[in-house]
């Protein structure tokens, strides 16, 4: 089951935090080094970089999807699912926060809230990336009919 979930991130990881979104880039060297250790999949060196870097700016976007991002690769879903909802408290209207939480309660299992959560990305008109994230919902929607349908 576990490998499922991973196929399905890895999957649906296409508009979230990653070597090829235009993310700004950061200032900040330890996001950076927990960035590239975490896109080469070294969990265990990108952690304490993704921590200090939220611990310096603990209101940093771009440090809370790779820190999420890092929970998500660990199978720690529940971590990433809450700082998503932190930082939705601060930018309620963010489609690349309605896209990243969506994929998280996807792995979750959460259907029906993710597949809400994605079409909550269309709210946001400056976010560059609908055509990503409603490829992404459909991925999701294919796999809750895929689970749902096994015994």
């Known amino acids: 089951m576990r490998a499922a979930l991973l196929l399905i991130a890895l999957a649906l990881m296409g508009c979230t935090a990653s070597s090829n979104d235009p993310l700004p880039v950061s200032k900040d060297v330890r996001l950076q080094l927990g960035v590239a250790y975490l896109n080469k ?74 597949l809400e959560y994605f079409d909550k990305v269309l709210l946001d008109a400056q976010y560059p990336f609908h055509t990503k994230s409603q490829q992404n919902r459909a991925r999701c929607e294919k796999n809750k009919g895929h689970y749902a349908s096994q015994p």
């Open 41 to 114: 999949g070294r969990l265990e060196l990108a952690k304490p970089h993704l921590q200090a870097a939220m611990k310096r700016n603990p209101r940093s976007l771009n440090a809370l999807f790779a820190l999420a991002q890092w929970h998500l690769a660990a199978n720690e879903t529940d971590s990433a699912l809450s700082l998503y909802q932190q930082a939705l408290s601060w930018q309620p209207m963010s489609g690349a926060l309605y896209n990243n939480y969506a994929v998280a309660l996807c792995m979750a299992g959460e259907w029906e809230e993710a």
